[in-house]
């Protein structure tokens, strides 16, 4: 996958979301039809805070075997239209921060004293894909963009204040990933419902600073939609974020989680695979 112009909503969210300590249990209509494709980033709350790693060429070559070994047995698409044109569907997909957060007794938010892991979720995302079942290492992957003044918590008061003073997504209300590569899709045609196990690189904008950023990604093609779910995990002040600590009342971890989990279907995007 390569860049293309694309809107791709999904990356910078969940970094709104971790400083909004935005709820991914937040009831919507589409949660049990969610719960169906994907697991909800609630699952995955942390229980002790993140230590953080790069990725290694062992991880990268085991990633492209794995992806390999999935997609050998695959027979070509039939027909003459090869190239799906995808949408993230925005009400069924969620971008979401997991973090973790220190209360002591009479913060001004009301949260139980102690370590709390904290997760965060918005549905609001956008963006185009184009997967190539002929070569899917053709495929690509187009702009992403995340809505992170829209994000809930399951406090409204501490997401006010975050809102407001750290976070600031009244003047940054939106998170991007640009430039988008993807590393590890193999050569060949895809068969329908392989699993495929690849790296997503791109720049990612939050609080109007980039960083070069490689989300560890998974994915299906099923009956014409498709589901991925990114992950990748950093620190808060690497994009200009002051990290809240509120005079030891409120604390929370420099490290943070952010997760992506995409369905998208049939579009009249006019992407074109790389060739």
């Known amino acids: 996958m390569r860049n293309s112009k694309?809107?791709?909503v999904t990356g910078i969210v969940t970094f709104a979301l971790i400083f909004t300590g935005l709820n991914l249990a937040s009831p919507l209509s589409t949660v049990s039809a969610q719960s169906t494709l994907y697991k909800s980033c609630e699952a995955d709350k942390l229980t002790a805070p993140l230590t953080l790693g790069s990725s290694s060429a062992a991880t990268m070559a085991a990633t492209s075997a794995a992806t390999m070994a999935a997609?050998?047995?695959?027979?070509?698409?039939?027909g003459?239209?090869?190239i799906a044109f995808l949408s993230i569907v925005s009400g069924e997909s969620q971008a979401c921060y997991l973090a973790t957060e220190s209360f002591l007794?009479?913060?001004f938010v009301g949260m139980p004293v102690g370590f709390n892991g904290?997760?965060?979720?918005?549905?609001?995302?956008?963006?185009?894909?184009?997967?190539?079942?002929?070569?899917?290492?053709?495929?690509?992957?187009?702009?992403?963009?995340?809505?992170?003044s829209e994000f809930k918590s399951d406090n409204d008061q501490r997401d006010g204040f975050i809102r407001r003073n750290f976070l600031e997504s009244?003047?940054?209300p939106f998170a991007t990933l640009t430039d988008v590569t993807v590393l590890g899709l193999p050569n060949g045609a895809y068969q329908d419902g392989s699993p495929l196990q690849f790296q997503i690189k791109g720049t990612l904008m939050v609080h109007n600073t980039k960083r070069d950023t490689t989300f560890d990604a998974t994915g299906s093609f099923?009956?014409?939609?498709l589901v991925v779910r990114a992950v990748t995990d950093l620190n808060m002040s690497e994009f200009g974020i002051k990290v809240p600590d509120i005079g030891g009342l409120l604390k929370v971890d420099d490290a943070m989680r952010l997760?992506?989990?995409?369905?998208?279907?049939e579009s009249h995007a006019t992407a074109t695979p790389a060739k």
């Open 6 to 8: 694309l809107t791709f």
């Open 71 to 78: 997609t050998q047995a695959s027979t070509p698409a039939t």
């Open 80 to 82: 003459s239209n090869t």
């Open 105 to 107: 007794k009479g913060n």
């Open 118 to 148: 904290a997760v965060g979720v918005t549905h609001t995302l956008s963006g185009d894909i184009a997967l190539d079942q002929t070569n899917v290492a053709n495929s690509q992957i187009g702009e992403i963009t995340i809505n992170i």
């Open 170 to 172: 009244n003047k940054y």
């Open 222 to 225: 099923t009956k014409g939609t």
């Open 259 to 265: 997760v992506i989990n995409i369905v998208a279907r």
